[in-house]
């Protein structure tokens, strides 16, 4: 069975970090390009970070620029997403989702498959 679970979401003050995990099951990851995305109730799904499998290219949205940070370990089947000076309106669900043919990095139409999600609140 082919899977993807995220872990490491939770409450954070405004400043605060948080490293989100993607772990597969199922499938080596290190075929996919695997991308991050958020869901703030009310608004649609938004990119928010990819890595390439190719050649480990990584895409980030301008509001997380500088803050968030992805990674992956191939030995341990997982990719990280590494967020820095969080902000209110980093609050959402995040999911991770792997694409066998690396496209539009933004587009959630172009992933195969998705995590469950995983709940990020920035909030005092």
């Known amino acids: 069975q082919l899977q993807l679970v995220e872990s490491g979401g939770g409450l954070v003050q405004p400043g605060g970090s948080l490293r989100l995990s993607c772990a597969a099951s199922g499938f080596t990851l290190d075929y996919y390009a695997i991308g991050w995305f958020r869901q703030a109730p009310g608004k649609e799904r938004e990119g928010v970070s990819c890595?390439?499998?190719?050649?480990?290219?990584?895409y980030y949205a301008d509001s997380v620029k500088g803050r968030f940070t992805i990674s992956r370990d191939n030995a341990k089947n997982t990719v990280y997403l590494q967020m820095n000076s969080l902000k209110a309106e980093d609050t959402a669900v995040y999911y991770c989702?792997?694409?066998?043919?690396?496209?539009?990095?933004?587009?959630?139409?172009?992933?195969?498959?998705w995590g469950q999600g995983i709940q990020v609140t920035v909030s005092s």
């Open positions: 890595i390439n499998n190719s050649d480990g290219s990584t």
């Open positions: 989702a792997a694409d066998v043919l690396f496209g539009t990095w933004y587009l959630p139409q172009e992933y195969d498959f």
